[in-house]
């Protein structure tokens, strides 16, 4: 599952798109120095994300939309189309 996948079926779960989770996240104050496990459990608690899913969000709380270039377009399994994860919601996503 690409790192895009695991943010679109976040959406699906929780009917919130990432933005709108990173925005919740901003105003319980977790940001870039916050935790994984203090995210990971507000997310579990709150949204019923499990911890792959929650992991995926993490990464965008803390680091923000950039992720490795290393399975851009690679073709496998977790190949992203771009470097720079959609957060805006899956319907409009311009790589889809």
């Known amino acids: 599952m690409s790192f895009q996948a695991y943010l679109d079926t976040i959406e699906d779960k929780t009917g919130l798109t990432p933005r709108q989770l990173v925005d919740l996240a901003a105003q319980k104050g977790f940001g870039p120095s916050t935790k994984a496990g203090e995210i990971v459990a507000w997310l579990a608690a709150d949204h019923g994300l499990g911890r792959g899913h929650a ?30 994860l959609w957060l805006d919601g899956k319907a409009t996503n311009p790589h889809r």
């Open 55 to 84: 992991m995926a969000l993490v990464h965008v709380i803390t680091k923000g939309p950039v992720i490795s270039d290393r399975h851009v377009n690679s073709g496998g399994t977790h190949s992203d189309p771009s470097d720079t």
